[in-house]
């Protein structure tokens, strides 16, 4: 299995397999805690070999640097079919989150498990914003 995308965007769907994404951000700047953000998605597409057809189980863990969980894990099942004909196959999944809200502010991380394996990780630095700031990737 190779992951081929993960990220972190105001939102995303999967249509007949082809994966739409608007608004990938690294980061979310907030005056104070706790920092909610309204709507997100949070995208995965990995590739799988024919020989790893079945069943298997996604976990997503968003972090802070010292391990510790800033909400509860996300968790879905899915099924991945490839023929030998084919050699792969890609599984896009997106999970929408509303009301995303972290209670502190640092470098934290968004860590993808597949099959209880670490299989990726992305930043996700929460920032206190600036009374003047400039407009960027990290505007809530």
Do not use: W
């Not at 189980?57 to 391990?67: H, P």
């Not at 009374?131 to 990290?138: A, D, F, P, S, V």
């Amino acid at each position: 299995m190779k992951v081929e995308l993960l990220a972190i965007c105001d939102a995303a769907t999967d249509y007949q397999g082809r994966l739409n994404i608007l608004g990938v951000f690294e980061g979310i700047a907030a005056p104070k805690l706790p920092v909610v953000r309204d709507r997100c998605s949070i995208v995965t597409r990995m590739r799988f070999d024919s020989n790893e057809t079945g069943a298997h189980q996604l976990r997503i863990a968003l972090r802070n640097k010292k391990g510790v969980l800033l909400i509860p894990e996300l968790k879905a099942r899915f099924n991945v079919k490839a023929s030998e004909e084919q050699g792969s196959v890609a599984a896009n999944l997106v999970l929408n989150l509303n009301k995303l809200k972290i209670e502190e502010f640092g470098r934290h991380e968004i860590a993808l498990f597949i099959d209880d394996r670490l299989v990726d990780g992305i930043p996700l630095t929460v920032a206190r914003a600036m009374k003047k700031q400039i407009r960027g990737t990290m505007d809530n």
